[in-house]
Every structure is written in structure tokens, then in C-alpha cells.
């Protein structure tokens, strides 16, 4: 029992120190290095010790530095509590969705098992959708305690925005449900070790017997992005739109309403808001590589490959521990992926109307999501797995 | 586990709660609130027996008491909103009109 | 391996709290939506530790995330701050129902505890989605179709009841 818990200390520490403590931050310098490289620009280079500016990564420090010391301003007539339970409803429920998010694999030391992932629960994603629908309520409070119209609406809209897109966030997975029969992350990862052949599907039509072993070769890994990728899609959009990340933004819009829900918020509650806003982005990729991209495997490289190649050179146990490094990289080389990905898609699309952003989740995400589980059911149903 | 008697204490306690809310509060909105808490505590009765029992069918009720629950706030606060509306007030005391 | 008991008592404490909070709280409503929410979320705890693993899961998405949300918003449309005690000549009416209510629930309390049932072992994977899914989709599907039918129709009703009048 106390192994489990100390276990457990050391990966929330883990993750609150990597992925809050120092993602949060370079995300918000790769937020603006990256937007200037697509737009052919410098970007934010002056933050120096000294004179010496380091391509401007001393930016994130030097914004938490203006954020903490900056006056809390709390506008006259909105009340105390709820104005700084806010930021605190808004953040608390984005870090605690990193607790079944797994980062790792199942590792055998001896006669100890260490699985890389806080808490490894059976319905691991019901527990992401049920600690994201709690966000809403950061969003909420938020506008309602500021004692301005305009937050209000502002907030409003947020709120349902961020709550018509939960649906058909957990709609658009199903699919990827069906095909991996599990909602336990973990096992998730486990299931997406594996390759299956691009052209199998001719073996189950019974056009050929065997496939040749040249056509047997395409193999592709068998990642959830593969698998489904028409889910990949809908969920991206769908949990973006949730994280009210551009480019569905408009409840925040920077160059539109001020700042929407959180125009009356300054110094370090508005920091909180913020930083939620970017570790989301870090959940929403973390999630999306647990999930489609295969988790923390190789792609092309199973695990009982890799344990085998690497043991008659340094014998089991460094041999797995050095596996289990290789799949910590990978996983966050995966996540730092798909965070590019997300910043690529906010520098590049417009901003939709909001009509048109409601349009988009109940019009088009909510059809496509059911076709989706229909046509994998279909497929499921007549063809076994694929291949 | 947990003694059964205690789920099913704990449950009659919010049933009360929820109940005295109903009974004396004047806002149409907590009244709603306080008859969602009674309905939460009878969801947790629900499950504390269906643990006792070992089988499944006090979750599957469970499930379908947040159903009705959910269609039912969303009537309620359609016909709290056309209410206010048109008289202005969410006072339960003030729309006693049909009263003798 | 279920949750130490202490977890339902704690948690039981703290939905005992905030019910009193939301009931008693008469100057802020918004202060009241809130407590319950922290109400519901103390009963998921609850249902985690008596192994409801699936209502759990839905009872935080669905009532404390999406149900308490609709209240908090019509509160906030409708500009809702406060409420005000009853006048005199109502309190002594309310008080005897409170009353009323406390003798029931005695009642009820005292006569329980000689007709429970006796608590019997665990399957494996009890109150998991896959259970909940298998009994909910084969013996009780017919009630499960029924409910979309009633959601359709409290969709249709919200609507019209909500709508703006064209004149």
C-alpha cells in the first residue's frame, strides 16, 4: 500500500512539474515564435538578463513575473468569493484530467510492476468528459462575477459553447470505443503496439487466399489515427472547440470583445486563466496521443521487440528501464507534435461566427459523429477487425 | 463496505433537506434545486441497495432517474422563464392565481 | 478494492453541509446552484465508494455538468440575486410542515434497519460501464428506448415554452 502511494505522489509530481510547470510555460513562447515563423516575422525577442536575449525564451518568465505582481482588481459591486473561485474552478478540473492519462507503459522490474500512469481507472475517459464538463463552471462564475453585462454574455455563450461540444466529443470516440473494446487508456496503448496490413481487408472478401508476402509487407501501425480517422478529426475539432482555442475563440476574442468572460480579471487570477487555457492545450494533446496516435509506442516496434533486442547486450532489467525511457520520449515527442499541430491550426483558420461554431456542432459534428459509429459497427460486424 | 444502514440514513437526511427546501422556500428556482436534491437521494438509496443486492438493477434505474430528472429541470426552467416573462416575478407566492 | 470508508463519511458530511447551505442560503442564489454542485459531486464520491463506478462517471457529467449548469443560467438570464424569509403570518405553516417532515423521516429511520437485506459478495467488474452497458442493452432496453422518446419530448417542450413569441 504505500509502495502504490508513493507511486502515485511521484507521477502527479511528475506530471505537475513537467507538464504544468514547464510545458505551460515554453507553450506560451512556442504560441508566439511559432505564429511569427508562419508569419514571417521575429516575434518576441527583447526579455534579457544582462543583454542577453535567448531567442526569447525568457518571455514566459518574464510574463509571470508581470502577471504576479500586477494589481487584483476586483470591480465594485461583483462578489469577492466568487471572483477568486473563478480562475481556481477554471484550472483545478484541466490539471486533474491528467491523472489517467498514461505516459508511460506497463513495466516488469523483477517482481514489481510499474504502470506509468496515475490512476489507471477502468472508464479512464468518462473521467476526462466528467472533469471537463466540471470547466464550464470556471466559465460561468466567471462572467457572473464580474458584474458586467458584457461578461456576462460573454460567458453565456462560453458555457454553451463549451457544453454542446462535450457531446459530441464523447460521440465522435465511440467508434474508436467499438474497434479497442476498452475505455481504459492503458489498455488502449497497449492495443495500438501492434501493425496490421494495409491490404488485409482483400483476405477477409476472399478475393485471395493469403496475400503474397510483398503486399503483406505494407503494414501500417495500428493506431487509433488509422483506425479511425474520421474520429481523429471530429475529436480535434471537438476538443478544441471545448478549450475555446482558436480558432473558435470568440468567447475570448482577443481583437473582437475585449476579453469576453474574463475582461474584468487582472494580475494573477487572469494568469490563472490563462495558464488553464494552455495546459488544456497540453491535456487536449496529451489525450489525443493517448488515444489516436498510438500513447507512448514505437511505432513499427513492440514492446517485447524492443525488451528482446536491447537484453543480450545489457541484460533484462536495464533493458527494460531503458524501454521504459524510450517510451516516455515517445510519448512526449508525440505530445509536442500534435501541441505544434494545435498552434498551427489556431494561426491558420478565421474566426467562425458563433452561430456558425453552434451550426458546426449540431448541424455537421453530432450527423457525422453517429455515420461514424455506424460505419464502424458495420465494419466491425462484417469484417471481424479489419485485418 | 459501507453498513447499509448508514447509505440509507444518509439518504433520508438529504431527502429531508431537500424536502424542507421545498416546502418553505419562495423562489421557484431553489424549489427546483431542493426536488433535484431529492431526487439525488433517492438515487443514492438506489445504489446503496443495489450493492447490497449485487445486481445492476438499481444503476440501470439510477440512470434513468437522471434522465427523467434532466427532462424535467429543463421543462421546469422553460416554464420558469415564460413565467417570468410574462408576470415579472420567479415568486411562487405571487402566481397563486388557481388558488381557491 | 473499494475506497476506505472513511471517504463516504467525509464525503457524507460534506452533502449534508452544502444541502443545508443550499437550502438555508437565501441572500445569494447563485451561492446556493453552486453548493449544489458540491452536493452532487459528494454523492459521486459516495457512488465510487459503494463500487457504482458508471453512475458516478454520469452523475458528475450529466447532473452536477450540464444540469446545474442550465440552472446557473437561468438564474443568470433572469438576473436573479436574491430571495427574501417568508412574511410571519406564512412562517408558522412552514415551520409545523418542517416539523411534519422531521416526524417522517424519524419514522421512516426507526422502522428501516429491521428489513434490510444482507449485503452479498461482488461479481467481478461490478458497476463498471461493461455491466451496467450489458443489462442496459439487453433486459432493459425497452425502458432505455422510452427515454429517448421522453428526451425528445422535453426537447420539444423546452423550446416551445422558451421561445420568444413572433408578435
Same mark, same amino acid.
Given at each position: 500500500?504505500?509502495?502504490?502511494?508513493?507511486?502515485?505522489?511521484?507521477?502527479?509530481?511528475?506530471?505537475?512539474?513537467?507538464?504544468?510547470?514547464?510545458?505551460?510555460?515554453?507553450?506560451?513562447?512556442?504560441? @508566439?515564435?511559432? !505564429?511569427?515563423?508562419? /508569419?514571417?516575422?521575429?516575434?518576441?525577442?527583447?526579455?534579457?538578463?544582462?543583454?542577453?536575449?535567448?531567442?526569447?525564451?525568457?518571455?514566459?518568465?518574464?510574463?509571470?513575473?508581470?502577471?504576479?505582481?500586477?494589481?487584483?482588481?476586483?470591480?465594485?459591486?461583483?462578489? @469577492?468569493?466568487?471572483?477568486?473561485?473563478?480562475?481556481?474552478?477554471?484550472?483545478?478540473?484541466?490539471?486533474?484530467?491528467?491523472?489517467?492519462?498514461?505516459?508511460?507503459?506497463?513495466?516488469?522490474?523483477?517482481?514489481?510492476?510499474?504502470?506509468?500512469?496515475?490512476?489507471?481507472?477502468?472508464?479512464?475517459?468518462?473521467?476526462?468528459?466528467?472533469?471537463?464538463?466540471?470547466?464550464?463552471?470556471?466559465?460561468?462564475?466567471?462572467?457572473?462575477?464580474?458584474?458586467?453585462?458584457? !461578461?456576462?454574455?460573454?460567458?453565456? @455563450?462560453?458555457?454553451?459553447?463549451?457544453?454542446?461540444?462535450?457531446?459530441?466529443?464523447?460521440? !465522435?470516440?465511440?467508434?474508436?470505443?467499438?474497434?479497442? /473494446?476498452?475505455? @481504459?487508456?492503458?489498455?488502449?496503448?497497449?492495443?495500438?503496439?501492434?501493425?496490421?496490413?494495409?491490404? &488485409?481487408?482483400?483476405?477477409?472478401?476472399?478475393?485471395?487466399?493469403?496475400?503474397?508476402?510483398?503486399?503483406?509487407?505494407?503494414?501500417?501501425?495500428?493506431?487509433?489515427?488509422?483506425?479511425?480517422?474520421?474520429?481523429?478529426?471530429?475529436?480535434?475539432?471537438?476538443?478544441?472547440?471545448?478549450?475555446?482555442?482558436?480558432?473558435?475563440?470568440?468567447?475570448?476574442?482577443?481583437?473582437?470583445?475585449?476579453?469576453?468572460?474574463?475582461?474584468?480579471?487582472?494580475?494573477?487570477?487572469? &494568469?490563472?486563466?490563462?495558464?488553464?487555457?494552455?495546459?488544456?492545450?497540453?491535456?487536449?494533446?496529451?489525450?489525443?496521443?493517448?488515444?489516436?496516435? &498510438?500513447?507512448?509506442?514505437?511505432?513499427?516496434?513492440? /514492446?517485447?521487440?524492443?525488451?528482446?533486442?536491447?537484453?543480450?547486450?545489457?541484460?533484462? &532489467?536495464?533493458?527494460?528501464?531503458?524501454?521504459?525511457?524510450?517510451?516516455?520520449?515517445?510519448?512526449?515527442?508525440?505530445?509536442?507534435?500534435?501541441?505544434?499541430?494545435?498552434?498551427?491550426?489556431?494561426?491558420?483558420?478565421?474566426?467562425?461566427?458563433?452561430?456558425?461554431?453552434?451550426?458546426?456542432?449540431?448541424?455537421?459534428?453530432?450527423?457525422?459523429?453517429?455515420?461514424?459509429?455506424?460505419?464502424?459497427?458495420?465494419?466491425?460486424?462484417?469484417?471481424?477487425?479489419?485485418? | 463496505?459501507?453498513?447499509?444502514?448508514?447509505?440509507?440514513?444518509?439518504?433520508?437526511?438529504?431527502?429531508?433537506?431537500?424536502?424542507?427546501?421545498?416546502?418553505?422556500?419562495?423562489?421557484?428556482?431553489?424549489?427546483?434545486?431542493?426536488?433535484?436534491?431529492?431526487?439525488?437521494?433517492?438515487?443514492?438509496?438506489?445504489?446503496?441497495?443495489?450493492?447490497?443486492?449485487?445486481?445492476?438493477?438499481?444503476?440501470?434505474?439510477?440512470?434513468?432517474?437522471?434522465?427523467?430528472?434532466?427532462?424535467?429541470?429543463?421543462?421546469?426552467?422553460?416554464?420558469?422563464?415564460?413565467?417570468?416573462?410574462?408576470?415579472?416575478?420567479?415568486?411562487?407566492?405571487?402566481?397563486?392565481?388557481?388558488?381557491? | 478494492?473499494?475506497?476506505?470508508?472513511?471517504?463516504?463519511?467525509?464525503?457524507?458530511?460534506?452533502?449534508?453541509?452544502?444541502?443545508?447551505?443550499?437550502?438555508?442560503?437565501?441572500?445569494?442564489?447563485?451561492?446556493?446552484?453552486?453548493?449544489?454542485?458540491?452536493?452532487?459531486?459528494?454523492?459521486?464520491?459516495?457512488?465510487?465508494?459503494?463500487?457504482?463506478?458508471?453512475?458516478?462517471?454520469?452523475?458528475?457529467?450529466?447532473?452536477?455538468?450540464?444540469?446545474?449548469?442550465?440552472? #446557473?443560467?437561468?438564474?443568470?438570464?433572469?438576473?436573479?440575486?436574491?430571495?427574501?424569509?417568508?412574511?410571519?403570518?406564512?412562517? #408558522?405553516?412552514?415551520?409545523?410542515?418542517?416539523?411534519?417532515?422531521?416526524?417522517?423521516?424519524?419514522?421512516?429511520?426507526?422502522?428501516?434497519?429491521?428489513? #434490510?437485506?444482507?449485503?452479498?459478495?461482488?461479481?467481478?467488474?461490478?458497476?463498471?460501464?461493461?455491466?451496467?452497458?450489458?443489462?442496459?442493452?439487453?433486459?432493459?432496453?425497452?425502458?432505455?428506448?422510452?427515454?429517448?422518446?421522453?428526451?425528445?419530448?422535453?426537447?420539444?417542450?423546452?423550446?416551445?415554452?422558451?421561445?420568444?413569441? #413572433?408578435?
Amino acid at each position: 500500500m504505500d509502495a502504490v502511494l508513493l507511486g502515485a505522489i511521484a507521477k502527479t509530481l511528475f506530471i505537475i512539474l513537467v507538464a504544468v510547470g514547464v510545458f505551460a510555460p515554453i507553450i506560451t513562447w512556442v504560441e @508566439r515564435k511559432q !505564429s511569427a515563423v508562419m /508569419q514571417d516575422r521575429i516575434g518576441a525577442n527583447r526579455a534579457g538578463v544582462a543583454g542577453i536575449t535567448v531567442l526569447g525564451l525568457l518571455h514566459p518568465l518574464a510574463d509571470v513575473i508581470k502577471l504576479l505582481t500586477k494589481e487584483d482588481v476586483v470591480p465594485q459591486g461583483a462578489s @469577492r468569493g466568487l471572483h477568486l473561485a473563478a480562475p481556481l474552478i477554471a484550472a483545478i478540473p484541466v490539471i486533474a484530467s491528467f491523472a489517467v492519462i498514461p505516459f508511460g507503459g506497463v513495466y516488469q522490474f523483477g517482481d514489481r510492476t510499474w504502470n506509468l500512469v496515475v490512476a489507471d481507472l477502468d472508464w479512464g475517459i468518462l473521467y476526462v468528459f466528467a472533469v471537463a464538463s466540471l470547466a464550464t463552471y470556471g466559465t460561468v462564475i466567471a462572467g457572473w462575477a464580474s458584474n458586467n453585462n458584457w !461578461s456576462l454574455l460573454g460567458s453565456l @455563450r462560453a458555457s454553451a459553447q463549451m457544453i454542446s461540444y462535450e457531446v459530441t466529443m464523447g460521440l !465522435s470516440i465511440v467508434g474508436l470505443f467499438m474497434v479497442f /473494446q476498452t475505455l @481504459r487508456l492503458t489498455e488502449m496503448g497497449l492495443a495500438q503496439d501492434d501493425t496490421f496490413r494495409l491490404l &488485409g481487408f482483400l483476405e477477409r472478401f476472399g478475393w485471395v487466399d493469403t496475400l503474397p508476402g510483398w503486399l503483406a509487407w505494407l503494414q501500417l501501425p495500428k493506431w487509433g489515427l488509422f483506425l479511425q480517422p474520421l474520429g481523429f478529426v471530429m475529436f480535434l475539432t471537438c476538443v478544441m472547440a471545448e478549450n475555446k482555442r482558436p480558432p473558435f475563440d470568440l468567447p475570448e476574442a482577443e481583437s473582437e470583445l475585449v476579453a469576453g468572460y474574463f475582461t474584468e480579471y487582472s494580475g494573477m487570477r487572469f &494568469g490563472l486563466f490563462y495558464m488553464s487555457e494552455f495546459i488544456e492545450v497540453v491535456v487536449i494533446a496529451a489525450l489525443t496521443t493517448a488515444l489516436f496516435l &498510438g500513447g507512448w509506442t514505437i511505432p513499427y516496434l513492440p /514492446q517485447e521487440t524492443l525488451i528482446g533486442a536491447i537484453t543480450p547486450v545489457f541484460g533484462v &532489467g536495464v533493458a527494460t528501464g531503458l524501454c521504459m525511457v524510450l517510451h516516455v520520449v515517445a510519448f512526449f515527442v508525440k505530445v509536442i507534435v500534435m501541441i505544434w499541430l494545435q498552434m498551427q491550426i489556431r494561426w491558420t483558420l478565421p474566426r467562425p461566427r458563433y452561430d456558425q461554431v453552434m451550426d458546426l456542432c449540431w448541424k455537421i459534428m453530432l450527423p457525422l459523429s453517429l455515420v461514424n459509429v455506424f460505419v464502424t459497427a458495420l465494419v466491425l460486424l462484417l469484417w471481424g477487425n479489419g485485418s | 463496505m459501507v453498513p447499509l444502514e448508514h447509505v440509507i440514513g444518509l439518504s433520508a437526511i438529504l431527502f429531508l433537506i431537500g424536502a424542507i427546501g421545498a416546502l418553505t422556500r419562495r423562489n421557484l428556482i431553489v424549489l427546483l434545486m431542493s426536488i433535484e436534491l431529492m431526487l439525488n437521494a433517492a438515487n443514492l438509496a438506489l445504489v446503496g441497495f443495489s450493492r447490497a443486492w449485487a445486481e445492476h438493477d438499481g444503476h440501470v434505474f439510477v440512470l434513468m432517474v437522471i434522465v427523467v430528472a434532466a427532462c424535467e429541470v429543463a421543462v421546469g426552467l422553460g416554464i420558469v422563464i415564460a413565467l417570468f416573462r410574462n408576470r415579472e416575478t420567479v415568486n411562487v407566492e405571487d402566481v397563486s392565481l388557481l388558488k381557491w | 478494492m473499494s475506497a476506505p470508508e472513511w471517504f463516504f463519511y467525509g464525503a457524507g458530511a460534506l452533502s449534508i453541509v452544502s444541502a443545508l447551505a443550499m437550502v438555508l442560503n437565501v441572500r445569494n442564489t447563485v451561492a446556493a446552484a453552486l453548493s449544489l454542485v458540491v452536493t452532487m459531486i459528494a454523492l459521486a464520491v459516495i457512488y465510487v465508494v459503494l463500487d457504482a463506478h458508471l453512475v458516478a462517471a454520469l452523475q458528475i457529467m450529466v447532473y452536477a455538468g450540464a444540469i446545474v449548469v442550465l440552472f #446557473l443560467f437561468v438564474v443568470m438570464l433572469l438576473n436573479l440575486r436574491s430571495d427574501t424569509f417568508a412574511p410571519p403570518r406564512q412562517r #408558522l405553516l412552514k415551520a409545523a410542515g418542517v416539523v411534519l417532515a422531521l416526524g417522517v423521516t424519524a419514522a421512516f429511520v426507526s422502522l428501516v434497519p429491521s428489513s #434490510l437485506p444482507t449485503v452479498r459478495e461482488l461479481p467481478e467488474g461490478f458497476g463498471g460501464y461493461r455491466a451496467v452497458g450489458t443489462e442496459l442493452f439487453t433486459r432493459f432496453v425497452l425502458p432505455f428506448e422510452v427515454t429517448s422518446l421522453l428526451i425528445l419530448a422535453a426537447v420539444a417542450g423546452a423550446v416551445v415554452l422558451a421561445k420568444r413569441r #413572433l408578435d
